[in-house]
């Protein structure tokens, strides 16, 4: 068990470019979440993945916010167009339902974005 | 999910068993109560869950009152590496699927 990975770590980019984050979850968990934490505050909910399909939307997800995971396994999270208040740490979880019942979350360390 | 409620910081000095108090008065008979705490710089990381009995493991214990409307998480005997912000959050299971995290707790252990 190696635990969620994300990359990159840190991200600096100018306002109005676009950023791509990865997150590789523990391997044969089947779920996949995306959260969002501003500084002082809890993490918020984004979205999640039940294998490749993607269930449920937070309504923080903008047009300009899009994720996937094309074959069930690492989700990528892609902002456009990126603006000041997007700066956030960008947190990845996943769990298991394998054994009939959700298993708790797990987090990754989180891909800091900067916009300048 | 039930709204928590939870001090926003606590003390506890080095080697004391740390309590952290939780209020859930309106969580529902299918929700458990779940613990992460986070660290400075890192993703929150899972301590335990629970729905009517007490749950103990390695890290923590969890003590649930019989009419379920509060918990306290318990770091029997704390370090300074037990430094973190405590969430406590009411999640149903095969509901919304996404944990809603409050402010938490801010525990300092004093050396």
């Known amino acids: 068990d190696t635990g969620v990975s994300q990359n990159p770590r840190h991200k600096i980019t100018k306002r109005g470019q676009n950023v791509t984050f990865r997150c590789d979850p523990i391997?044969?968990?089947?779920?996949l979440y995306w959260y969002r934490q501003t500084l002082g505050q809890g993490p918020e909910f984004l979205t999640y993945f039940q294998n490749e399909a993607q269930l449920e939307k937070s309504r923080l997800l903008s047009d300009r916010f899009s994720a996937e995971r094309p074959k069930g396994s690492f989700s990528t999270l892609e902002i456009q167009r990126t603006e000041q208040g997007d700066s956030a740490m960008y947190l990845c979880?996943?769990?298991?339902?394998?054994?009939?019942?959700?298993?708790?979350?797990?987090f990754g360390d989180g891909t800091r974005l900067s916009i300048l | 999910d039930a709204k928590t409620t939870q001090p926003p910081s606590m003390d506890c000095a080095e080697g004391r068993a740390a309590n952290l108090p939780c209020n859930h008065s309106t969580i529902s008979g299918n929700e458990y109560v779940y613990w992460y705490r986070q660290i400075h710089s890192q993703g929150p990381q899972y301590i335990i869950h629970?729905?009517?009995n007490n749950e103990t493991n390695e890290m923590a214990s969890l003590i649930i009152t019989e009419d379920r409307k509060s918990s306290t998480l318990i770091l029997p005997h704390a370090t300074l590496r037990d430094t973190a912000v405590y969430y406590c959050i009411a999640f149903r299971e095969f509901g919304n699927e996404k944990l809603t995290f409050g402010t938490g707790t801010r525990l300092t252990i004093i050396p």
């Open positions: 629970g729905l009517k």
């Open positions: 979880a996943s769990s298991s339902t394998n054994r009939g019942s959700n298993q708790p979350q797990h």
């Open positions: 391997s044969e968990h089947n779920r």
